[in-house]
């Protein structure tokens, strides 16, 4: 086939997708149910006091914010520099996008791949605040210029998408046990909420990909290019965080929070940054928008990666908290029976 019909047939292709695309995006509403969904069955059996006991994990929570703040900046700087230099506006959008860390999003991937969702939900304030602190310092080296974070719409996503599911997930959790008892909660109510997690996940999934705009002005090539590097962005970060809980001799638990944590990216706080720091380069807002279309599906494969490393290499001892919060689990389930 000629080069020249080879590229009117992709051009063709990326129109209809992009037209696609377009009709798509009235479903955005899709990814605040799902999230809202999926985060509330994260959080339904999440015990106060496991959070409380968490915050004292000193030796994980400093390694998780040294790779968070210190090794990822620099990892993404690099990475661009080395496959994105000469396109400098996709350079830039691509090491927006991977600069902060997620504040809740991090712990759906967590909690798929059998990790420690109290020490994740203890980990949020130092993400927040720092993120806040340092992403102003990391764009004066990147532009030239301060541009702070918008606070407010941090705020907001954690009162509605974390907060607000922890605090019902545990009112109902409480009010099930003193109608049902525990073992009616601790049982099928803990299989249904398998269950509205696992469609919860279907409905974000198809919300994330029906809200993204249409990239049919961007060109397969920059797209595929942006693809490309964030998908070797999580690989390498993935490899990176598992190596330095391997290193430091966490358990899988924490090891599994601690890469997901670093992972997982939070794009909603540079968006607005992106378009103030960078008015005038549209393409540096669409590397940003490409993210979480690349995000989503690596994460998930992540977690399976995951989990097949938990049989198949030796881990420390779980921690202390983490053993005696399980018993706990398992007595109650045995009181009840």
Not at 142 to 147: P, Q, S
Request: glycine share 8%; proline share 5%; net charge positive.
């Amino acid at each position: 086939m000629p080069a020249l019909a080879v590229v009117e047939d992709l051009q063709v292709f990326e129109d209809r997708v992009g037209e696609l695309a377009g009709r798509l995006t009235g479903l955005s509403w899709l990814v605040h149910v799902g999230l809202f969904l999926v985060m509330f069955a994260v959080m339904a059996f999440v015990e106060i006091k496991d959070v409380a006991v968490a915050f004292r994990k000193v030796k994980p929570t400093a390694l998780a914010l040294v790779t968070n703040f210190v090794f990822t900046p620099l990892f993404a700087w690099t990475l661009g520099w080395l496959i994105l230099r000469h396109y400098p506006d996709l350079w830039a959008g691509v090491v927006l996008y991977t600069l902060t860390p997620c504040i809740g999003w991090y712990l759906i991937f967590t909690d798929l791949a059998g990790g420690d969702v109290p020490w994740g939900v203890a980990l949020l304030p130092w993400n927040f605040v720092l993120q806040i602190v340092l992403l102003p310092v990391y764009l004066w080296f990147l532009v030239g210029k301060v541009v702070p974070i918008d606070a407010l719409t941090l705020f907001g996503s954690i009162g509605l998408y974390l907060l607000a599911p922890l605090a019902v997930g545990y009112a109902v959790r409480l009010s099930l046990i003193r109608l049902r008892g525990n073992e009616w909660t601790y049982g099928p109510y803990r299989h249904a909420i398998g269950e509205v997690k696992l469609w919860a996940l279907v409905l974000l999934i198809v919300g994330v990909f029906a809200s993204q705009p249409t990239l049919s002005g961007l060109g397969v090539a920059r797209i595929t290019l942006i693809i490309a590097v964030i998908t070797l962005f999580f690989m390498g970060l993935f490899a990176l965080s598992l190596s330095v809980g391997r290193g430091f001799k966490l358990g899988y638990a924490d090891t599994a929070t601690l890469v997901f944590t670093t992972t997982a990216r939070n794009s909603e706080s540079v968006i607005g940054v992106a378009a103030i720091a960078f008015a005038g380069h549209p393409l540096v807002l669409i590397a940003i928008l490409v993210g979480p279309i690349v995000e989503l599906p690596v994460l998930l494969a992540l977690t399976r990666v995951m989990i097949a490393l938990r049989s198949r290499l030796r881990w420390p001892t779980p921690s202390a908290y983490r053993a005696a919060s399980e018993a706990s689990g398992d007595q109650q389930v045995r009181a009840s029976s």
